[in-house]
């Protein structure tokens, strides 16, 4: 029997390990027409939580999509449920979201994208750390249902 070459064993492993990467943690449909929400990963490194989503429009038209990340009207943000307490996404000194490329949302800033037929954007946000005793979030997003109890890997 033939062995495989180092090289293609190799190729083989790094394609199995993105494709195992790459599987959301959870998704559920928005309310924008043909749009589903992927959670990719929650991540806590020391005081930092890291938030990653895809977006796809699995629908026949493009659409407008919205994430309020910081004023009046946030719909963007964390829960820890147990202990009672909402986490915002992170600002720099000039109050910029610490977030994928943010914009004015009308009441806030926030991520306002349009979204052809077919095609997925990903992004992300920086929010503060719930303690290291907390384990699971509820992550909002805008025009979606809850992912509630995402367990919290921690880097």
């Known amino acids: 029997m033939k062995s495989k070459p180092l090289g293609a064993t190799f190729i083989l492993l ?12 959870a998704t559920a449909e928005t309310n924008w027409s043909g749009v589903a929400l992927d959670l990719m990963s929650v ?7 890291s938030v990653k989503w895809a977006v796809r429009n699995h629908g026949a038209a493009e659409a407008r999509v919205k994430f309020d990340l910081i004023g009046d009207q946030t719909t963007t943000y964390a829960v820890d449920e147990e202990h009672g307490a909402k ?22 800033s926030g991520i306002v994208e349009s979204l052809p037929a077919g ?12 303690p290291p005793q907390v384990k699971k ?13 995402v ?3 921690d880097k």
């Open 43 to 49: 991540e806590r490194k020391g005081n930092v939580l």
């Open 119 to 130: 095609e997925t954007k990903r992004y992300w946000m920086k929010l503060p750390a719930p």
């Open 87 to 108: 986490y915002y996404v992170l600002t720099d000194k000039e109050k910029h979201a610490l977030a994928s490329a943010s914009e004015y949302t009308g009441s806030g």
């Open 151 to 153: 367990a919290i890997t």
């Open 137 to 149: 979030v509820t992550v909002f997003f805008t025009n979606t249902e809850p992912f509630e109890d």
């Open 14 to 25: 790094f394609v199995a390990h993105l494709a195992q990467a790459q599987k959301p943690l």
